[in-house]
C-alpha cells in the first residue's frame, strides 16, 4: 500500500493504478454490505472469487481507455464521451462473460475508465487535473440523461427525478467531489478509515435502490459514528452484519475507494 500511494505517475501508470486500486478494494477485510475474504456480503449473486475474475477481465481495458485518450489529446472535451461509451461497453461485455452476467464493477468501469482516459488527454498527471478533465468530459451529462428523458424511467432517472439523487454521473460531471471532500481526512495508509468516510457523506444510489433513503441515512450515521467515537475490526464486523440484516450495500462508495486511491497516488 505504501509503495502505490508514494508512486507520482503519468499516464501509462494511471491503468495500473486502476488495477491495483481493484484489487485493494476486494482485498479490504472486513467490509460492511460488501464482498470481501469472510462473506458475501448483502448479495446472494456474487462472491469474492467472481470478484477476482471480474478484475482480471477488465484490467487490461485500462490501458486502451488510455491509448483512446491519448489519441484524443488536444480535442474539445466535449466530443469525448461518444467516443469512450463503445469502450465501455466492451469492458462491461467482458465483465460479464467472466462472471455469467452479473454485475461486478460497472460503476468501476465507468469511474475508473474515465480516469485512465482523462489521463491518455494531459499533459501532466495530477489528481486535480485529471477531475478537472472528467468534469470538462461530462458536463451536462446528468442534465441530458437524467433529467430530460421521458418514458419509462429507470432507476437513475427515478432517483434523481424525485430525490435529486444523480448518483455516478454527478460524481463524474462534478469531479468526483465526493472524493475530494473527503481525502484530505486520509491518512493515506488505512482504507477502512477512508470507507467509512465515503460511506458517511456519499449519496450512495445501490443504498436507495436497497434501502430507500431511510437506508441511506442508516448507513451514513453508522459510518459517522464509527468516525466519532473509534472503531476497530470488530466494530466493522458488527456493521457488517447489520447491514446483511438489512440488505443494504454501500457499493457507490466502494467505486469512489477505488478512485480515491487512484487519486490519492496521482499527487
Known amino acids: 500500500m505504501t509503495g ?3 508512486t507520482k505517475t503519468r499516464s501509462a501508470n494511471v491503468p495500473q493504478l486502476a488495477e491495483e486500486a481493484l484489487w485493494l478494494e476486494l482485498a479490504l477485510t472486513p467490509k460492511p454490505g460488501l464482498v470481501d475474504k469472510h ?3 448483502a448479495h446472494r449473486d456474487m462472491d469474492h472469487a467472481m470478484f477476482a475474475r471480474s478484475i482480471a477481465a477488465i484490467a487490461p481495458w485500462f490501458t486502451r481507455f488510455a491509448e483512446l485518450g491519448a489519441e484524443q489529446a488536444g480535442k474539445p472535451a466535449a466530443e469525448q464521451l461518444h467516443l469512450i461509451r463503445p469502450m465501455g461497453i466492451a469492458c462491461e461485455q467482458a465483465m460479464y462473460a467472466a462472471t455469467g452476467g452479473v454485475n461486478t464493477h460497472k460503476g468501476g468501469i465507468f469511474a475508473l475508465g474515465l480516469l485512465c482516459f482523462a489521463a491518455g488527454r494531459v499533459d ?4 486535480h487535473g485529471l477531475c478537472c478533465e472528467i468534469s470538462h468530459i461530462c458536463r451536462g451529462l446528468v442534465a441530458r440523461e437524467l433529467a430530460g428523458r421521458s418514458g419509462r424511467a429507470t432507476a437513475g432517472e427515478r432517483q434523481y427525478q424525485q430525490l435529486g439523487l444523480a ?5 463524474a460531471e462534478s469531479g468526483f467531489a465526493t472524493v ?4 484530505p481526512q486520509w491518512n493515506g495508509y488505512q482504507l477502512h478509515d477512508l470507507l467509512l468516510r465515503l460511506m458517511a457523506v456519499n449519496q450512495d444510489s445501490n443504498l436507495v435502490s436497497r434501502g430507500g433513503m431511510d437506508g441511506l ?3 451514513q ?3 459517522k459514528d464509527l468516525l466519532a467515537n473509534g472503531w476497530d475490526r470488530q466494530a466493522l464486523a458488527v456493521m457488517d452484519n447489520a447491514l446483511i440484516a438489512r440488505n443494504l450495500s454501500p457499493g457507490g462508495s466502494a467505486d469512489l475507494l477505488s478512485v480515491g486511491i487512484v487519486l490519492k497516488a496521482c499527487g
Request: without cysteine; charged residues 15%; positive net charge.
Open 221 to 223: 450515521g453508522y459510518a
Open 217 to 219: 441515512r442508516y448507513v
Open 124 to 127: 501532466h498527471v495530477t489528481s
Open 4 to 6: 502505490l500511494l508514494a
Open 39 to 41: 462473506n458475501n456480503g
Open 167 to 171: 448518483g455516478a454521473r454527478g460524481e
Open 180 to 183: 475530494r471532500q473527503v481525502l
